[in-house]
């Protein structure tokens, strides 16, 4: 009686076993994940856009652009029928490197692409880069000193660098401008509706997100004139309207 | 004598300790009778060896960039952890813009800087550390520097269960020493707690005088802290080249205006004002008395006080009384190869 028993325990076990294996197979077949990347690029018109290199603005400023960063917040695709996948939470994009993100994501159709620049209000306004692990790009380390440390708050996004403003050709650019944007009203959206992504398994499809950097200076009266409109730090006037046109100039392809 | 013997001590006790763990206990903090009680954030808890930790730390050079400086720098304790100068001096001798603060009773302060800006003492420590004006554009060269340090990482375990020492460890750390900076055994204190003889007939008066709607010295600088951590315009200039409150707010109304100070220690922690601009508490009250410069954002209870020279030296003699100088020859506070 006890070895027919554990017989059948034996019989019950291996077929478990085996009835498991093919759901298990089946499972990974559907669960194979599409692989996405999306690179981040910045650009001049129709042309990549070199970092410290000299370009004319509209007004007629020669400028360079040292140093540009921003937080890329809660990257997120949008399925067709609303739902969302979160990609990243938080990215730290410096546009000196030359960046592309890679993401497993379940195959599907997405409709969307959204995110923030700059932090949400729920991990700034009790911000503590400290409690991050070295690693993470809200941590001390990590955020590269995009965090004020004489008042609470990340620094959303910097852009930097030196323009002329005595229109002499083959002078040095000695006039330096600065916009740090950060703080209550500075954290904006960017969500694009009208994309098409069928992202298939085992298949890579790739998008780019463009910064156009003519299209943050821009022109007229609209525009920043960097002889006039050198420095923003924080929820500034002029910090909240380069935080409108930095966001409106995104393009995805 | 004693030092030695405390040496051999905390020698004995870290040698003892490296062997087996460090083992951590809570660590009571003497609060003067009349002040509030402390109100310690969660997880930084006074403990002995987070005290240890961060009294180690705040006089660390290799906290700074170019391992020169130390929070202990910028803040003596002869001089109740200010510096003596006009204003701070920051990395490569670089002159900076304000006078560096007291860090006394750093306990009670419900926030940080001269606009209020940092609300926690555990961020303000990034303040300096973080800066390159100040100790080092970026801290983490400096925390990669203290890990070498393996009794450094042996307290940071066992003070806050981290594996290295980090900027949590660091900023954490340096905070829980701050909040021992407790000051409350002056004069004054002495007087306030029946002991009648302490004061001589000029600071009475002049301790009248202070707390009198005559001065109204005691509106801004009142309570046992002496602040009520307010942040105004008194009037020091017209025009400001540092704007204070209006950096963080953006608003016009805001400029020239900075938190108010404590005055306990004032007579050690010259020279005055946000900037340093005034030397002595002699020129301090000659500004007071006349009411101030002219300004819009300028608080109204800055108005000429209309005193006479007698009350003029009769509040100096006051404020001097402030000093406690228990709290600047105090041990505890020093660097543990100082004590």
Known sequence: ?253 | MKVAVFTFCVLAFLSCNQKSDLQDEPLKIRVPIDFPPIEFPEGNEPTKLRVLLGRKLFYDNRLSAEQNMSCGTCHVLSAAFTDGKKTNVGMGDMQLNRNSPTLANMAWSPYFMSEGGVPTLELQGLAPLHNSHEMGKDMMPAIALLNEDEELRKLSKAAYNRDSVDPFVVTRALAAFERTLVSGDSRYDRFQLGMKDQLSEQETAGMSLFFSDKTNCSSCHGGELFTDFGIYNIGLYEQYNDVGLERKTHNQEDIGKFKTPTLRNIDLTGPYMHDGSMNTLHEVIEFYNTGGKAHANKDSRIRPLNLSEEEKAQLNAFLKILTDFNFVQNPQFLPLEEQ
Request: net charge negative; proline share 3%; hydrophobic share 40%.
């Open chain 1, 1 to 253: 009686m006890y070895k027919f028993a554990q017989v059948i325990s034996i019989f019950i076990i291996a077929l478990s076993i085996t009835s498991c294996d093919p759901e298990k197979e089946a499972t990974d077949v559907v669960m194979s994940p599409a692989k996405m990347t999306v690179a981040i690029n910045t650009k001049w018109g129709a042309d990549n856009f070199e970092m410290e290199e000299v370009y004319y603005d509209s007004y007629g400023n020669r400028f360079r652009l040292d140093n540009f960063m921003t937080y890329v917040s809660m990257l997120t695709l949008i399925r067709e029928d609303g739902t969302e996948v979160l990609l990243k939470d938080f990215h730290l994009q410096d546009f000196k490197n030359e960046t592309t993100l890679t993401f497993e994501v379940t195959p599907g159709v997405y409709t969307g692409i959204k995110f923030g620049l700059g932090v949400p209000d729920a991990y700034n306004m009790h911000m503590d880069p400290a409690q991050y692990p070295n690693s993470h790009p809200l941590s001390v380390g990590g955020s590269q000193g995009m965090f004020w440390t004489w008042n609470t708050g990340y620094i959303f996004s910097k852009f930097e660098g030196k323009a002329d403003t005595t229109g002499i050709e083959g002078t040095t650019l000695l006039h330096n401008y600065s916009f740090h944007t950060g703080d209550l009203g500075s954290y904006v959206e960017f969500i694009s509706l009208s994309e098409n992504f069928n992202l298939q398994a085992n298949t890579t499809t790739g998008i780019t997100l463009n910064f156009h950097v003519d299209d943050i200076i821009g022109s007229g009266s609209e525009g920043i004139d960097l002889s006039q409109e050198f420095f923003a730090a924080g929820a500034t006037p002029l910090g909240l309207k380069f935080v409108d046109r930095f966001v409106n100039s995104i393009t995805v392809d």
